[in-house]
């Protein structure tokens, strides 16, 4: 008489459907994250009725309610902010298509819009778009 013997089962881990689930959760991080690529500067934007959305790459000129200007992240001057604007590489882009953007306080007068305007005249820069808040 044959005697049968029992084997013991050996365990496998399937990891398949754990490689499924880790990739889901990766897609699902990655979509419902945002990704906002803005100067850490607060200002108070004025706000517009008919403001439309434009991109945020290229130059980004901000102008505080107390006077103080930054090109992208650097604190500048009024008049050292031609020095940066002549210097600024535009990757082969002409000048007068790079884009700039230009977020001004609300309580930022006319004039100092009006000589930022004129600086980036003088250097050859005419793409400019104004930044502002949805009503």
């Known amino acids: 008489m ?4 029992w084997e ?12 499924d689930i880790v990739f889901q959760l990766i ?3 990655l979509v419902s994250t945002t ?3 803005l100067p850490g500067i607060n200002v108070n934007l004025p ?13 980004t000129i901000t102008a505080k309610s107390d006077g103080i200007l930054y090109f992208n992240d650097v604190q500048v001057n009024s008049e050292s902010l031609g ?3 002549a210097d600024f590489d535009t990757q082969g882009k002409p000048k007068e298509e790079y884009p700039v953007t230009l977020e001004a306080d609300s309580e930022v007068t006319n004039g100092m819009v009006v ?3 004129d600086v980036l005249r003088k250097n050859g820069f005419s793409a400019v778009n104004l930044r502002t808040t949805n009503k």
């Open 47 to 59: 706000q517009s009725s008919t403001a439309k959305g434009a991109p945020t790459a290229g130059i």
């Open 27 to 29: 897609l699902f991080f």
């Open 2 to 5: 044959k005697i049968k013997r």
């Open 115 to 117: 000589s930022i305007f």
């Open 35 to 37: 990704f906002a690529i």
């Open 83 to 85: 020095t940066y604007l």
């Open 8 to 19: 013991t089962p050996k365990a496998n881990v399937d990891l398949i459907p754990m490689i």
